[in-house]
């Protein structure tokens, strides 16, 4: 049983065919949130990502300045965290909305101690802003997180079913691995997270499971410890 967990999930989860934010994704994914909470009485961050909204690399695409980019990508994540935190809040929880960028309306500003407080104190921490600086990710803000908090692992919601040998919507041949160690997929440079990510999960010695999206239905079981529903990346 893992008993803190950081949770990452990705701005194309809050998405609908219609939407580029949908609430009512939204309150699926704080349902399947609660029902694990419930279930396993865990600590729970939740960092999350702004793909739905925009990229920061997609608008690079387009001309506009890398840095300048980023913090657009930064931004949306505020977006979708306030989206979830109102999923969370139907059900009565203590939820924090936590932001490395400064939007005090909306968001506290990111403090150490004030994260840590909220976990001692069983509130959900939900992360926005990323590391708040551009070139870096939301996977490497959610590696952040779980060295600086102690997590006990690091659950990614993907869009397959694990880390893969070959791109497994291209190739139907594709094999899942069951078990990687970070240097192995660095070596690879296996693409289901940036090398930098996956250097900071190496160089803190954390626990990441890599699984489909789908399988938040099961996430009660996958903090109980089944990692079969996904690849088990350790050092």
């Given at each position: 049983m893992?008993?803190?967990?950081?949770?990452?999930?990705?701005?194309?989860l809050f998405a609908s065919p219609e939407e580029p934010v949908s609430l009512t994704r939204a309150m699926m994914l704080g349902t399947y949130?609660?029902?694990a909470i419930q279930a396993t009485k865990c600590q729970m961050g939740i960092v999350v990502g702004g793909g739905n909204i925009i990229r920061g690399r997609n608008a690079q695409n387009s001309g506009v300045d890398r840095a300048i980019a980023d913090y657009m990508g930064m931004t949306a994540t505020a977006i979708?965290?306030?989206?979830?935190?109102?999923?969370?809040?139907?059900?009565?929880y203590d939820v924090r909305l936590t932001n490395a960028l400064t939007m005090p309306h909306i968001s506290e500003q990111f403090s150490h101690m004030k994260v840590a407080h909220h976990f001692e104190?069983?509130?959900?921490?939900?992360?926005?802003?990323?590391?708040g600086r551009p070139f870096h990710s939301?996977?490497?803000?959610?590696?952040?997180?779980?060295?600086e908090f102690?997590?006990?692992i690091i659950l990614k919601a993907s869009?397959?079913?694990?880390?893969y040998n070959r791109d497994p919507k291209k190739d139907a041949s594709a094999v899942r691995y069951a078990h990687l160690t970070y240097q192995e997929a660095i070596i690879a440079n296996l693409?289901?997270?940036d090398q930098e990510a996956f250097a900071a999960c190496r160089n803190n010695d954390l626990t990441l499971l890599v699984f489909h999206a789908d399988d938040l239905l099961r996430l009660s079981d996958i903090i109980a410890g089944d990692v079969s529903l996904g690849t088990l990346i350790t050092n």
């Open positions: 893992y008993q803190r967990v950081i949770l990452k999930l990705s701005g194309e949130i609660h029902n979708n965290g306030l989206a979830l935190r109102e999923a969370l809040s139907r059900y009565d104190a069983g509130r959900i921490v939900i992360f926005a802003g990323g590391l939301t996977d490497s803000a959610a590696a952040q997180a779980a060295a102690r997590a006990d869009t397959v079913n694990g880390v693409g289901v997270m």
